[in-house]
């Protein structure tokens, strides 16, 4: 029985739940069977409520035994990621100085999920302050990758990642700033959207880059993540960045998956394959065949500026991180030192002994490119190359409907190749960055895998707010192959 529940897709076992065929109590008991028997090795979680879920669950099932009405996601287990406030668990953002906050208030995309009646089982590793690509910056765990556990999950989603794919909940949402939710997902053979900038309230999620971050999902596969957007999207008073429903009306982003997009235009970037692995690149390349079969034109562009993304990124987000870290000061929030004498040593203790190595680099860069005197030489000039990024997009949509490129250059990478070098770590985002730096929407899809068996992913980016036809391309794909179906054995 559990088994037959955990092949379910988001939209089948809610369809299943509402109509009384499945209990939501079986599948959180079979969620937490998968939990209890591999998170030990797999690390996905930092927190599970098992008994609240069950109760939540029971209260669901009765509910719908009494005839009410129930909402999208009724009884399916959803995971979040840990830098997502909750009045339930802790928000740790997988640091230290947080690790035993309680937030006061719910984030409006937890408060959404309630209102679709998920169940929210737990809340998923990422790395520290989700600055990372790897999940290795967590400042509480380590997650592996179920595909092979010597490998990372990717990140910093990582744990919202590897969740999904070994099947200890039935979809999660995590947080891209830089790549955060694409990356992870490809490295873990499963899909994950990063909506348009403002399309999804960032209230009460912890801010890292405040204007490049977005929540998204991710899922077994591309009809799960428009179902989770038709519930988490939408305008938000609370987040002056969440955009009004007339810029940007919403529609029901599920009932067009399935449906094919006519007279598709493809835009690839050729110069960009060199940088990816050959395995990478035919992997992608053989998607785009499949595309051009359905009847979709290809066309070949340039994107001059591309290659700039992640210098002008990692000035950007930093200057931004510097800025929102500011406020772990050891008075307002989390971790305060014993061992200060004034005021001054309480900032600055409580900030060195339990920050992470990555974390106050970033401080410190950001610091120093928003500091006089560099300001106009770095900053600014990022900002500069921000808007060179964003027409080399517009250009780019002007002569397609979608980019497709590979998501990551290289498969999950092993545990600890990258630590010692963090340059080599950030050019694992060189894909996804500029995506953020752009502000338009994107999605990674599994499209093979490679000769050690790990999933490739193919990304395929859409003009802001086009997230009803990017789906339905990513749905095109889907229909034809069955890559997404596959499981890590674990
Ligand atoms: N890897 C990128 C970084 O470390 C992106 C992270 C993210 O999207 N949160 O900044």
Same mark, same amino acid.
């Given at each position: 029985m559990s088994k037959e529940i955990l092949k379910l897709s988001c939209r089948d076992l809610q369809a299943k739940i509402a109509k009384g065929e499945v209990k939501s109590g079986d599948a959180v008991s079979a969620v937490f069977g998968r939990i209890e028997k591999y998170d030990g090795q797999i690390? %996905? /979680?930092?927190? %599970?409520f098992k008994q609240d879920a069950l109760k939540r669950a029971e209260e669901i099932d009765e509910k719908i035994a009494k005839g009410q009405s129930v909402g999208a996601l009724a009884g399916v287990p959803i995971a979040v990621k840990d830098n997502m406030c909750t009045t339930f668990g802790a928000t740790s953002c997988a640091s230290k100085i947080l690790e035993n906050f309680h937030s006061p208030y719910n984030a409006t995309v937890i408060e959404k999920l309630l209102a679709a009646d998920a169940v929210i089982i737990g809340k998923t590793n990422l790395d520290e302050f989700a600055m990372g690509s790897s999940t290795e910056n967590s400042g509480l765990k380590k997650t592996v990758n179920p595909w092979d556990k010597d490998r990372v999950p990717g990140g910093s989603s990582g744990g919202s990642a590897a969740a999904v794919a070994a099947q200890m909940c039935f979809a999660s949402l995590g947080s891209d700033t830089g790549g955060s939710i694409r990356q992870p997902a490809s490295f873990c053979g499963v899909a994950g959207l990063k909506p348009t900038y403002g399309r999804v309230s960032r209230y009460g999620l912890v801010a890292y880059g405040s204007s490049l971050d977005q929540i998204g999902p991710l899922t077994k596969d591309t009809a799960d993540c428009a179902l989770l957007l038709n519930v988490i999207a939408g305008h938000d008073e609370k987040d002056s960045t969440s955009v009004d429903e007339k810029t940007a009306p919403l529609c029901d982003f599920l009932s067009g998956v399935g449906k094919e997009v006519k007279n598709l235009k493809i835009a690839v970037v050729p110069q960009l394959f060199d940088g990816a692995d050959s395995e990478i690149v035919a992997g992608v390349k053989s998607a785009i065949e499949i595309y051009k079969k359905l009847g979709a034109e290809i066309v070949e562009i340039e994107?001059?500026? /591309?290659?700039y993304a992640i210098a002008a990124y990692y000035l950007i987000a930093t200057a931004e991180a510097s800025s929102n870290l500011a406020r772990y000061d050891g008075v307002h929030y989390g971790h305060r030192t014993k061992n200060a004498g004034d005021y001054i040593e309480v900032y600055a203790k409580s900030r060195a002994e339990v920050l992470g190595t990555e974390v106050k680099r970033r401080i410190m860069l950001g610091t120093y490119v928003l500091s006089s005197g560099y300001y106009d030489a770095y900053y600014l000039k990022a900002l500069k190359v921000r808007n060179l990024i964003r027409s080399d997009f517009t250009a780019a949509f002007g002569k397609a409907d979608c980019i497709m490129m590979p998501t990551s250059p290289t498969t999950a990478f092993k545990i600890g190749e990258k630590t010692a070098d963090p340059l080599q770590m950030y050019l694992s985002d060189v894909y996804t960055i500029a995506v953020n730096l752009a502000g338009v929407p994107a999605i990674s899809i599994p499209c093979g895998f490679d000769n050690k068996n790990l999933p490739i992913g193919l990304q395929i980016i859409s003009p802001a707010f086009g997230e009803e036809k990017l789906l339905r391309i990513a749905g095109m794909f889907e229909s034809q192959t069955d890559f997404h179906k596959k499981k890590p054995e674990l």
């Amino acid at each position: 029985m559990s088994k037959e529940i955990l092949k379910l897709s988001c939209r089948d076992l809610q369809a299943k739940i509402a109509k009384g065929e499945v209990k939501s109590g079986d599948a959180v008991s079979a969620v937490f069977g998968r939990i209890e028997k591999y998170d030990g090795q797999i690390g %996905a /979680f930092l927190s %599970a409520f098992k008994q609240d879920a069950l109760k939540r669950a029971e209260e669901i099932d009765e509910k719908i035994a009494k005839g009410q009405s129930v909402g999208a996601l009724a009884g399916v287990p959803i995971a979040v990621k840990d830098n997502m406030c909750t009045t339930f668990g802790a928000t740790s953002c997988a640091s230290k100085i947080l690790e035993n906050f309680h937030s006061p208030y719910n984030a409006t995309v937890i408060e959404k999920l309630l209102a679709a009646d998920a169940v929210i089982i737990g809340k998923t590793n990422l790395d520290e302050f989700a600055m990372g690509s790897s999940t290795e910056n967590s400042g509480l765990k380590k997650t592996v990758n179920p595909w092979d556990k010597d490998r990372v999950p990717g990140g910093s989603s990582g744990g919202s990642a590897a969740a999904v794919a070994a099947q200890m909940c039935f979809a999660s949402l995590g947080s891209d700033t830089g790549g955060s939710i694409r990356q992870p997902a490809s490295f873990c053979g499963v899909a994950g959207l990063k909506p348009t900038y403002g399309r999804v309230s960032r209230y009460g999620l912890v801010a890292y880059g405040s204007s490049l971050d977005q929540i998204g999902p991710l899922t077994k596969d591309t009809a799960d993540c428009a179902l989770l957007l038709n519930v988490i999207a939408g305008h938000d008073e609370k987040d002056s960045t969440s955009v009004d429903e007339k810029t940007a009306p919403l529609c029901d982003f599920l009932s067009g998956v399935g449906k094919e997009v006519k007279n598709l235009k493809i835009a690839v970037v050729p110069q960009l394959f060199d940088g990816a692995d050959s395995e990478i690149v035919a992997g992608v390349k053989s998607a785009i065949e499949i595309y051009k079969k359905l009847g979709a034109e290809i066309v070949e562009i340039e994107m001059p500026h /591309f290659e700039y993304a992640i210098a002008a990124y990692y000035l950007i987000a930093t200057a931004e991180a510097s800025s929102n870290l500011a406020r772990y000061d050891g008075v307002h929030y989390g971790h305060r030192t014993k061992n200060a004498g004034d005021y001054i040593e309480v900032y600055a203790k409580s900030r060195a002994e339990v920050l992470g190595t990555e974390v106050k680099r970033r401080i410190m860069l950001g610091t120093y490119v928003l500091s006089s005197g560099y300001y106009d030489a770095y900053y600014l000039k990022a900002l500069k190359v921000r808007n060179l990024i964003r027409s080399d997009f517009t250009a780019a949509f002007g002569k397609a409907d979608c980019i497709m490129m590979p998501t990551s250059p290289t498969t999950a990478f092993k545990i600890g190749e990258k630590t010692a070098d963090p340059l080599q770590m950030y050019l694992s985002d060189v894909y996804t960055i500029a995506v953020n730096l752009a502000g338009v929407p994107a999605i990674s899809i599994p499209c093979g895998f490679d000769n050690k068996n790990l999933p490739i992913g193919l990304q395929i980016i859409s003009p802001a707010f086009g997230e009803e036809k990017l789906l339905r391309i990513a749905g095109m794909f889907e229909s034809q192959t069955d890559f997404h179906k596959k499981k890590p054995e674990l």
